[in-house]
């Protein structure tokens, strides 16, 4: 079992930047990937970013070179920085952890951009 908090979110204006950070229990988050997700309002929920274990990472088209993911094992934690944030990127933002076939999520929180 993987329980996730989400914190960081907010409202900033068009430009600035937020960095969402992703606490997670349990012992395997070390072997975990770890993403980011969003939904906009009347929209699918999409991936935005993902890290495996190794670091690696992965970015969906509209945030490369904007959002990093990062990951600090030593502390069960996943971040999201990201930078130049757009109207568009308005969301709630949820974390999750794959472990094995089982994908656990977080609550999510909210960023809101405005222009």
């Known amino acids: 079992q993987v329980q996730l908090v989400e914190s960081g979110g907010g409202l900033v204006q068009a430009g600035g930047s937020l960095r969402l950070s992703c606490a997670a229990s349990g012992s395997m988050f070390s072997s975990n990937i770890m993403r980011w997700y969003r939904q906009a309002p009347g929209k699918q929920r999409e991936s935005v970013a993902a890290?495996?274990?190794?670091?690696?990472?992965d970015y969906v088209d509209s945030v490369k070179g904007r959002f990093t993911i990062s990951r600090d094992n030593a502390k069960n934690t996943v971040y999201l920085q990201m930078n130049s944030l757009k109207p568009e990127d308005t969301a709630v933002y949820y974390c999750?952890?794959?472990?094995?076939?089982?994908?656990?999520w977080g609550q999510g929180t909210q960023v809101t951009v405005s222009s």
């Open positions: 890290v495996t274990s190794d670091g690696r990472s």
């Open positions: 999750a952890a794959d472990q094995g076939a089982i994908r656990y």
